[in-house]
């Protein structure tokens, strides 16, 4: 069975901390994204990968950078924690045909991350 | 960036009832995905539909691809409280990049 992990479930960090958001898929994937969910405003993209040591900004970058160091990791980095970061973080990552028809994205689990 | 409306926002049925969700776009899209989140799980992908008019089915699902390609929709035939969550259409864009609808969120009553 294909998966995306998360290495978290659930986080509570101090505002100010350095915060590290793991992510491993093993479909050999060569996409990989980080999105926030927060109700309301829906899924919302924060950065994206296409290769290794390839990254990309998405919509809400500001707080956050990202590292691809091998094809099946993609980490989510918080420079410094604030109260407006707490979301639940979700990982995905797809092959990059997207006109395949059966082309999607395979999320993780997520990792609700708190900050207080 | 390409932007998709969906709606309703919210969506309470009497099990046994029809359900539809819809998503628009004022531009022409290449292609658009669904996905079914269940409460308290992740987005899993249901079916990505590229041609015009396109109409697929799942079991008791249908997803139509509108003939000028801006718009789509999920139709669920006698909904089950296995149905239950928020459904989202998605649209690709450079990179494969995925921007989400806002979901419509659909709670069956038994």
């Known amino acids: 069975d294909v998966k995306v992990t998360q290495s978290s479930r659930y986080l509570v960090k101090r505002t100010g901390e350095k915060v590290f958001l793991e992510c491993v898929q093993d479909?050999?994937?060569?996409?990989m994204f980080w999105y926030r969910q927060d109700p309301g405003l829906g899924l919302r993209l924060i950065y994206f990968s296409y290769d290794v040591k390839m990254k990309e900004k998405g919509d809400i970058p500001e707080g956050y950078s990202v590292s691809r160091e091998k094809k099946e990791r993609f980490s989510l980095i918080l420079e410094s924690a604030s109260t407006n970061q707490t979301s639940m973080y979700l990982c995905a990552s797809s092959f990059p045909s997207a006109g395949d028809p059966n082309y999607g994205y395979t999320f993780g689990s997520g990792t609700r991350l708190t900050v207080v | 960036g390409q932007q998709v409306m969906q709606i309703p926002q919210y969506q309470h049925v009497q099990e046994g009832e029809d359900f539809t969700t819809y998503c628009n776009s004022s531009t022409t899209l290449s292609n658009i995905q669904w996905y079914k989140q269940r409460p308290g799980g992740h987005p899993v992908f249901l079916i990505q539909?590229?041609?015009?008019?396109e109409v697929k089915k799942q079991k008791r699902l249908t997803f139509q691809f509108g003939e000028a390609k801006k718009n789509s929709s999920l139709h669920i035939t006698a909904t089950q409280t296995t149905d239950v969550g928020t459904y989202f259409c998605a649209i690709s864009g450079g990179y494969q990049k995925v921007t989400f609808g806002t979901g419509t969120k659909l709670q069956v009553i038994p």
């Open positions: 539909l590229v041609k015009s008019g």
């Open positions: 479909m050999d994937h060569e996409n």
